[in-house]
C-alpha cells in the first residue's frame, strides 16, 4: 500500500514538476521517516501483537 502511494506520487511529481527527481526523493524520504516512526511507537508501545492487529487493519 505504501510502496504504491510512494509510486503514485513519484511519477505525479516527475510528470508535473521540472524539478520533480529531487521533489519526489524528499517526498518519499519525508513518508519513509514517518512510517518509520509510526511502526517504532507501534512496537515499543503495543508489543509486536499489537502492530499486527493495527496493520492487518489498515490493509482490508
Do not use: C, D, H, P
Not at 505504501?2 to 521540472?18: G, H, Q, V
Not at 524528499?26 to 519513509?32: I, K, P, Q, R, V
Amino acid at each position: 500500500m505504501i510502496s504504491k502511494l510512494i509510486s503514485l506520487t513519484i511519477w505525479l511529481l516527475l510528470a508535473f514538476s521540472s524539478a520533480g527527481l529531487w521533489q519526489a526523493l524528499n517526498l518519499a524520504l519525508s513518508m519513509l521517516a514517518a512510517y518509520a516512526v509510526v511502526t517504532e511507537f507501534l512496537f515499543g508501545a503495543l508489543g509486536w501483537r499489537g502492530y499486527e492487529v493495527i496493520r492487518y487493519r489498515l490493509m482490508e
